[in-house]
């Protein structure tokens, strides 16, 4: 099965260790977005997303490059990782998914260090996440996901 994963990882590189671990499980191809504006996605089987949490959404440019570059119909997923765990989080993403008539197979998020804004004066918080339980289930729902 052939696998892409368009991704935005900054700050800490929280996503980014999640999408190195499913890496290394075989074909998968992994675009940065804030390299890569365009991609032809329409040759893989599935397509992943996967983003830090901003202002409690997936960031921008992944947002607009699923809007401009994943075709229709495909199979999709999602990692993410935040600071503190809240509902709502794939909301705008799923919306990208949905209008672009795809089947979203599901979503896996976990803890990821975090110290922007306020959050830096008192050291962070998620500290030493994503861990290595949290790369484990990311590599098990990855697993799941290409099986189905």
Do not use: W
């Amino acid at each position: 099965m052939k696998v892409a994963i368009a991704y935005y990882s900054r700050h800490h590189g929280n996503t980014k260790k999640l999408l190195d671990a499913i890496k290394k499980m075989g074909d998968v191809k992994l675009i940065d977005v804030t390299e890569c504006r365009e991609a032809d996605l329409s040759a893989y089987d599935a397509i992943g997303f996967a983003s830090g949490i901003y202002a409690g959404k997936f960031s921008e440019a992944l947002i607009e490059f699923a809007k401009n570059n994943l075709p229709s119909n495909k199979r999709v997923f999602l990692i993410y990782t935040y600071g503190i765990k809240l509902k709502g989080y794939t909301k705008a993403i799923e919306k990208v998914v949905k209008g672009k008539s795809c089947r979203l197979l599901g979503a896996y998020g976990c803890k990821g260090f975090n110290t922007f804004g306020p959050l830096k004066l008192i050291g962070g918080i998620a500290k030493g996440h994503p861990d290595e339980n949290d790369v484990n289930g990311a590599v098990d729902f990855f697993r799941r996901i290409i099986e189905q």
